[in-house]
């Protein structure tokens, strides 16, 4: 089976940096994606992390440690407009697990 | 990119009642997902509908209560029988990208409330 744990919620201020992590455990490993889904909307990629190390995207960027099963979203330059769930998902190997697991989301507050 | 359409995009539906939700992907996919969002909940797969075969369940779920169609590759339907409250969710298709890290497109969900 998938387990995978973010906060459920942060607030950051306009213009700040904020790390949203994603903790994991997987029977094998096949992919970890960021989506992001604001609220009444269908959730959007992100980023696609399956090697170790930063992918950087513009503001935002994405890391992953295989090894201990974590990962964590970079915000940067927070805009108002980033105020949004940020979902984790996981991919494994077989059994049917072409389909990533979600995490519940991250709730994030960007306030002035 | 794929673009999804699904009908209705919310309802207000009474306990007992079934609601048929509607999937339309402006191109061909083999597959299509069918996903439910309960509030503040995760994602949760329901079942991937194939063409030409019936649909796979997830753990949890079952044919009787959620009966898919999927007579083409560009639509699919999910049907949401004998509702009852705890049915009350966003309910999403989705279908995969095509590249390589075979990543997602979501439609727009169907909210649905059931009284």
């Known amino acids: 089976g998938q387990n995978i744990d973010q906060p459920t919620e942060m607030t950051a201020t306009e213009g700040a940096i904020v790390q949203i992590n994603c903790t994991y455990q997987?029977?094998?490993?096949?992919?970890l994606f960021w989506y992001q889904q604001h609220a009444g909307e269908a959730p959007t990629f992100l980023s696609y992390n399956v090697l170790d190390g930063l992918e950087e995207k513009g503001r935002f960027s994405s890391f992953l440690s295989r090894s201990k099963g974590y990962s964590y979203l970079l915000l940067k330059e927070l805009q108002m407009k980033d105020s949004a769930s940020y979902l984790c998902a996981v991919r494994g190997f077989g059994g049917g697990s072409y389909i990533p697991t979600f995490g519940r989301g991250t709730s994030l507050i960007v306030h002035p | 990119s794929a673009v999804i359409s699904q009908k209705p995009s919310r309802d207000i539906c009474q306990r007992g009642t079934s609601l048929t939700i509607q999937c339309q992907v402006d191109?061909?996919?083999?597959?299509m997902f069918w996903y439910r969002q309960q509030p503040g909940q995760s994602l949760t797969l329901i079942a991937t509908a194939n063409q030409g075969s019936e649909a796979t369940y997830e753990s949890g779920f079952v044919i009787d209560k959620f009966p898919i169609s999927r007579p083409n590759l560009t639509f699919s339907t999910l049907t949401v029988s004998n509702m009852s409250p705890e049915d009350s969710s966003i309910y999403l298709c989705?279908?995969?990208?095509?590249?390589?890290?075979?990543?997602?497109?979501f439609g727009p969900g169907t909210r649905l409330t059931v009284l």
């Open positions: 989705s279908v995969p990208s095509g590249r390589s890290s075979d990543t997602q497109y």
């Open positions: 997987t029977s094998g490993f096949n992919g």
């Open positions: 191109s061909q996919v083999t597959m």
